[in-house]
């Protein structure tokens, strides 16, 4: 009987064969247990590193901001603040912050950070009377200056083990000092009452208060590794009452001064 055509018999095929000499029943099954142990190796990688980047411990913040003061000033007393054609009130203008803090996270969510900062605001706003006054040009040119210390709580909102959002609020003390002088043509008639002739009364002399403050915000955190990150902030200060001494006709100005700020600053993990 003639032997098995080795063209056609699937069974005896040299390609089938050469196959079956290299295939190891085994080598699905340890591809299977390497791939495995590579995406368990990364996991615990992301997951040491989410845990090292937003450890708990102590930190440090600085940072410095563009300020935009809300409030106005408005005179007060009992003359150009009784006179109807007098203006109103005047713009307390912008300006800059910088602070230092040092905070303590509790996890990755919560943490608490003290800081004390610095805000100042220059103003040289120009208003015009009505009435009696209608023409006369007015500008009040000066200063705000607030340093503030607040205790201010967080709550972070890891997205992955670099970004997290975040929210925030604040409560603290503040010393407001205000300096204001009140220049343009329709001083002309009083400039020379402060004793100088400059184109400015300048007879309200500067003031300082202790003020209540508290703020809101919400900001962004991007760590860079796992003790340096960087964060970008807004947030809404109110500090509370500043005004000018009074002048001897009674005259002086005052604000309630709260600002809008956008600040952006660093962290590291010590």
């Excluded at 937003?54 to 901001?65: L, P």
């Excluded at 007060?76 to 203008?93: E, H, R, W």
Aim: hydrophobic share 35%; proline share 3%; net charge negative.
């Amino acid at each position: 009987m003639p032997g098995p055509d080795l063209a056609t018999d699937p069974l005896k095929s040299p390609c089938l064969t050469r196959t079956e000499e290299t295939w190891n029943p085994n080598t699905e099954e340890r591809l299977m247990i390497s791939y495995r142990n590579k995406v368990l190796l990364v996991t615990a990688t992301a997951l040491g590193l989410a845990g090292t980047v937003h450890a708990e411990g102590i930190y440090g913040t600085a940072m410095i901001g563009a300020s935009h003061q809300v409030g106005d000033s408005k005179p007060y007393g009992n003359n150009i603040a009784a006179d109807q054609d007098f203006p109103g009130k005047f713009d307390t203008g912008d300006g800059a912050m910088g602070a230092l803090g040092i905070g303590y996270a509790f996890n990755n969510q919560f943490r608490v950070e003290g800081r004390l900062s610095l805000h100042r605001a220059d103003f040289d706003s120009q208003q015009f009377g009505t009435g009696a006054r209608a023409g006369e040009e007015y500008v009040l040119n000066g200063d705000i200056k607030s340093t503030t210390l607040t205790i201010e709580g967080f709550y972070d909102i890891p997205v992955n083990d670099r970004f997290a959002p975040y929210v925030k609020a604040g409560v603290g003390v503040t010393r407001n000092r205000y300096s204001a002088r009140l220049g343009g043509a329709g001083v002309a008639a009083f400039d020379s009452f402060d004793g100088t002739t400059d184109g400015y009364y300048d007879a309200y002399d500067d003031q300082t208060s202790t003020e209540f403050t508290w703020n809101v915000g919400f900001g962004g955190s991007l760590a860079l590794n796992d003790q340096f990150t960087l964060f970008g902030e807004y947030q809404y200060v109110d500090f509370g009452d500043a005004s000018t001494g009074q002048d001897a006709f009674t005259d002086g100005f005052r604000v309630n001064t709260s600002a809008h700020e956008i600040l952006f600053g660093a962290r590291a993990d010590f």
